[in-house]
């Protein structure tokens, strides 16, 4: 089992920044690659960022130049910077975590989830 705690999330005005964090504990040596996805109400879940334990990155062109995802392994923790935040940007942010070194964008290959942390931008 891996146990993952996203933090961070809160309300900030549109073109405002945040910065997610997620620790991860528990049987950390089966986890290879780590991912943030959302959520918005009504919407699917969307692919934000993955990152690998090589430091190897995913990140879609919805956020590519906003959002940069990096990691401390040492200390077990992933982090999302999000800058130049919108509206859109307004849902639950999860991280997940998965035992195939690939980013991928794929939620089927991420194992182990948190609960989520809000986001919330205004205009």
């Known amino acids: 089992q891996v146990q993952l705690v996203e933090s961070g999330g809160g309300e900030v005005q549109a073109g405002g920044s945040l910065r997610l964090s997620c620790v991860a504990s528990?049987?950390?040596?089966?986890?290879?690659?780590m991912g943030w996805f959302r959520q918005a109400p009504g919407k699917e879940r969307e692919f934000v960022a993955a990152?690998?334990?090589?430091?190897?990155?995913n990140t879609p062109s919805s956020v590519l130049g906003r959002f940069i995802i990096s990691a401390d392994n040492a200390k077990n923790i992933v982090y999302l910077q999000m800058n130049s935040l919108r509206p859109d940007d307004t849902a639950v942010y999860y991280c997940?975590?998965?035992?195939?070194?690939?980013?991928?964008?794929?939620?089927?290959?991420?194992?182990?989830w948190g609960q989520g942390t809000q986001v919330t931008v205004s205009s």
């Open positions: 990152i690998n334990r090589g430091g190897s990155t």
């Open positions: 528990g049987r950390i040596l089966v986890t290879y690659a």
């Open positions: 997940a975590s998965s035992p195939i070194p690939t980013p991928s964008e794929s939620a089927n290959q991420y194992v182990y």
